[in-house]
């Protein structure tokens, strides 16, 4: 046996044990959308390092939304969009602690990072205090998470957007977009998408994932079931391992856009 083959043989044990433990604690905490939210409780800002593929690397993930802004909700269940990207958000943080990357969380509760009063404004204060906490961090890359919704209920598919003229977020987004339809096997398969988003525009390589429709009742569906959530934070930071492990020079991302007045909507 060679020093490769260890390797994979180590890797196989160690896949075949990660796995297993996923399958008792899926089958521990079963598939209430209400237990998925409850009991999760506060988790510190920024995960410890570690050893592993994504080692050195240090990415923000953005859930977005939250406290008074909801984001988009299901049609048939009312769940609020915060609340899924939330979920999906502390998953990722979880498996990208796992590859060794350390993680910069822009929250981990059911908040918005803008001041009550004045009341006006909100979502731009919001915006701005994601991307300081962000750009203050060091981050490498950033993955901001999100659920679609559109006026025709049949569209679904997860889809992921980059900063246009941004080559390194573009290849980003193409191979988590290749990973999210590998695992998830999605009805329709979309193609990653340029986007004009507000927490793209930082000066820093970026995605942001629409992980589902919940304006289509069978992806609201299966969004609200821990076992899809899971698989899709694990295509998310598959995707992410993918680019990594791309042996190419990945160009720089273009500065920072001052949008600082600007407001925003995403
Ligand atoms: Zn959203």
Redesign the pocket.
């Known amino acids: 046996m060679g020093k490769c083959d260890r390797v994979r043989m180590c890797a196989g044990m160690l896949l075949t044990v990660t796995a297993l433990c996923t399958a008792l604690l899926t089958l521990c905490a079963g598939d209430n959308a209400a237990a998925a939210f409850a009991g999760r409780g506060e988790q510190t800002a920024v995960s410890t390092e570690a050893a592993g593929p994504l080692a050195g690397l240090t990415i923000a993930v953005d859930a ?2 939250g406290g008074y802004d909801g ?2 909700f299901g049609r048939v269940s009312g769940v609020a ?1 915060k609340a899924l990207n939330l979920d999906v958000a502390k998953r990722v943080e979880a498996l990208l602690s796992e590859q060794g990357a350390k993680v910069v969380m822009t929250r981990t509760g059911d908040y918005a990072l803008c001041d009550e009063d004045p009341p006006i404004r909100k979502k731009l204060q919001d915006m701005q205090r994601r991307a300081k906490l962000i750009t203050d961090s060091g981050a490498d890359l950033v993955i901001s998470i ?2 679609n919704e559109y006026a025709g209920r049949s569209e679904s598919g997860p889809q992921v957007f980059y900063r246009e003229n941004c080559p390194a977020g573009r290849l980003l987004a193409g191979t988590m977009q290749k990973s999210l339809i590998d695992v998830l096997s999605p009805a329709k398969e979309r193609s990653a998408l340029g986007g004009d988003y507000y927490i793209l525009t930082l000066g820093l390589p970026g995605v942001l994932v629409e992980c589902g429709f919940l304006s289509n009742a069978q992806e609201e569906a299966l969004l609200l079931t821990e076992d899809y959530r899971q698989k899709v934070a694990q295509a998310i930071v598959q995707g992410i391992v993918d680019w990594q492990g791309l042996a190419v020079e990945k160009p720089e991302p273009l500065v920072a856009v001052d949008r600082s007045d600007e407001p925003q909507a ?1």
């Open positions: 977005g939304h984001g988009a969009e999100h659920m995403i």
